[in-house]
């Protein structure tokens, strides 16, 4: 098995069921753009620009995070305690790192993919969002750092009742208080500072600056950080894996 072999497979199980998982990716952010657009877009506005506008990158974030993230967690979870085929992944001539490459482009390519079909909706409720380089370079990063996140859950938790609790505590958290919905500067100093250190802040604030063309590179900077951090962790844990 190779790098492009552990892509394929899993294309192949995304093709197998693509309406499903393509609703799956798309039904709650919809939820949330009728919400905010529809429902309050019009009636606020936040750093002289629409709600609406102020809250896609947002959403564009949080949604693109939650997929790479619980697609490889779950998926990796599944196969470990249950069907038990990863264990022949490891058992064949396949490396750690490049297991782990493999599953973490797996995972940003699901976060590409339904970032995608956010963006296309959100055209029914707003038109300003401009998609730069510099925008996609900071999704990118965003989907590679949670994937390598979700590669060391799925490798480290013991059920599949776990994965429910990190999803409630860690993931569910950061999608409502990482400046998503709301700015950062609502909260106190010493909150927002810590807020700001986590990933999906960074995302979302460099996909709104991103978005209107004037982005700064610490961001993208921040998240390279992150992800020089996860990614060895992941390899370490998927080369401990039983």
Same mark, same amino acid.
């Given at each position: 098995?190779?790098?492009?072999?552990?892509?394929?497979?899993?294309?192949?199980?995304?093709?197998?069921?693509?309406?499903?998982?393509?609703?799956?990716?798309?039904?709650?952010?919809?939820?949330?753009?009728?919400?905010?657009?529809?429902?309050?877009?019009?009636?606020?506005?936040?750093?002289?620009?629409?709600?609406?506008?102020?809250?896609?990158?947002?959403?564009?974030?949080?949604?693109?995070?939650?997929?790479?993230?619980?697609?490889?967690?779950?998926?990796?979870?599944?196969?470990?305690?249950?069907?038990?085929?990863?264990?022949?992944?490891?058992?064949?001539?396949?490396?750690?790192?490049?297991?782990?490459?493999?599953?973490?482009?797996?995972?940003?390519?699901?976060?590409?993919?339904?970032?995608?079909?956010?963006?296309?909706?959100?055209?029914?409720? +707003? *038109?300003?969002?401009?998609?730069?380089? &510099?925008?996609?370079?900071? !999704?990118? @990063?965003?989907? $590679? /750092?949670?994937?390598?996140?979700?590669?060391?859950?799925?490798?480290?938790?013991?059920?599949?009742?776990?994965?429910?609790?990190?999803?409630?505590?860690?993931?569910?958290?950061?999608?409502?208080?990482?400046?998503?919905?709301?700015?950062? +500067? *609502?909260?106190?100093?010493?909150?927002? &500072?810590?807020?700001?250190? !986590?990933? @999906?802040?960074? $995302? /979302?604030?460099?996909?709104?600056?991103?978005?209107?063309?004037?982005?700064?590179?610490?961001?993208?900077?921040?998240?390279?950080?992150?992800?020089?951090?996860?990614?060895?962790?992941?390899?370490?844990?998927?080369?401990?894996?039983?």
């Amino acid at each position: 098995m190779t790098f492009g072999a552990v892509i394929w497979k899993d294309f192949i199980v995304f093709k197998s069921k693509f309406t499903s998982n393509t609703l799956a990716a798309i039904i709650g952010p919809l939820l949330y753009l009728i919400a905010f657009g529809w429902g309050i877009g019009n009636s606020l506005a936040v750093g002289g620009q629409s709600y609406v506008a102020f809250v896609i990158p947002g959403i564009v974030a949080m949604n693109s995070m939650s997929i790479s993230f619980n697609i490889i967690a779950s998926n990796l979870n599944i196969a470990r305690l249950y069907d038990k085929t990863f264990e022949a992944e490891m058992t064949s001539p396949l490396r750690p790192f490049v297991f782990t490459l493999a599953k973490t482009t797996v995972g940003m390519l699901r976060g590409l993919y339904s970032a995608a079909l956010i963006m296309i909706v959100s055209l029914l409720f +707003d *038109r300003s969002l401009v998609i730069t380089p &510099y925008f996609a370079l900071l !999704l990118i @990063l965003n989907c $590679a /750092v949670f994937a390598s996140i979700g590669i060391i859950v799925g490798l480290k938790i013991k059920s599949h009742a776990d994965m429910a609790k990190v999803t409630n505590f860690v993931i569910t958290p950061m999608s409502f208080l990482c400046g998503t919905l709301f700015p950062l +500067d *609502r909260f106190p100093t010493a909150i927002r &500072y810590v807020f700001q250190a !986590l990933p @999906l802040s960074q $995302a /979302v604030m460099g996909l709104r600056r991103g978005a209107s063309a004037g982005g700064s590179w610490l961001q993208p900077v921040l998240l390279l950080v992150w992800l020089a951090i996860m990614l060895p962790i992941a390899v370490k844990v998927c080369s401990k894996a039983e």
